[in-house]
């Protein structure tokens, strides 16, 4: 079985762009969270989405935004890009997004914002 | 708001050895879950051990293990027989046994396997 896919996997954008990431998860799994990671903060929740609906969000700005699809992949959405947003945007899949279900994480993307 | 704690930013050890990594958490919960994953370098985050909470025997995944001091609310990864391949980053995380997937990480510790 494939694993979380990510894409793309490097991006390079300028401030005040918008910039749209994707991940698809395992076949089957209906749950995907999105976090953060950067060597200031760490890794830092995003949000969740399940049956297409955001199910938690985590403390961030409202230019940052995601959906999912009916196929449950799910995009990410970061408008006026500043250059904090630099970091490495990771997503992670579960089965039903119970609490029993463990996450599988993809390669994740890397966005160099300059 | 729960917080995870990895007091150690870099470990390293000698090939076969065994080395402990720490994590302490902060919860006023008492279902949840706790986990270690790694993530080596330029690769992706994959799952190491996973622990309920309310499980008192501590989980073990072949070399990897854990102590789980529930009172101490301590989660601690003990590595035996370290090979070079388990050079990485860890992070010890946890998860609210209510509802929502989200997962909160420790800073993570940089582990080095000296040969």
């Known amino acids: 079985k494939a694993g979380v896919t990510q894409t793309p996997r490097y991006l390079i954008k300028t401030r005040g762009q918008q910039v749209t990431l994707s991940c698809s998860p395992i076949?089957?799994?209906?749950?995907v969270s999105w976090y953060q990671q950067t060597p200031g903060q760490g890794l830092q929740f995003l949000f969740e989405?399940?049956?297409?609906?955001?199910?938690n969000k985590g403390n961030f700005p409202g230019r940052f935004s995601g959906r999912q699809f009916s196929n449950s992949r799910s995009e990410m959405n970061v408008s006026t890009l500043e250059l904090g947003d630099s970091a490495l945007y990771l997503c992670?899949?579960?089965?039903?997004?119970?609490?029993?279900?463990?996450?599988?994480f993809g390669p994740g993307t890397r966005l160099t914002v300059l | 708001a729960q917080t995870v704690t990895q007091s150690q930013p870099e470990m390293s050890v000698q090939e076969a050895e065994t080395v402990t990594l720490s994590c302490t958490y902060d919860t006023s919960e008492s279902d949840y879950y706790l986990f270690w994953y790694k993530q080596p370098p330029s690769r992706q985050m994959i799952l190491v051990i996973r622990?309920?909470?309310?499980?008192?025997q501590n989980a073990t995944e072949n070399r990897f293990s854990v102590n789980f001091q529930k009172a101490a609310k301590s989660f601690s990864l003990k590595i035996s027989d370290s090979q070079l391949g388990d050079a990485a980053m860890y992070f010890c995380a946890y998860r609210s046994g209510q509802g929502a997937q989200k997962l909160v990480f420790g800073q993570g510790t940089r582990l080095t396997i000296n040969p």
């Open positions: 989405y399940f049956s297409e609906t955001q199910r």
């Open positions: 622990q309920e909470a309310y499980k008192q």
């Open positions: 076949s089957g799994h209906r749950s």
């Open positions: 992670a899949s579960s089965l039903a997004g119970r609490n029993t279900d463990t996450q599988y």
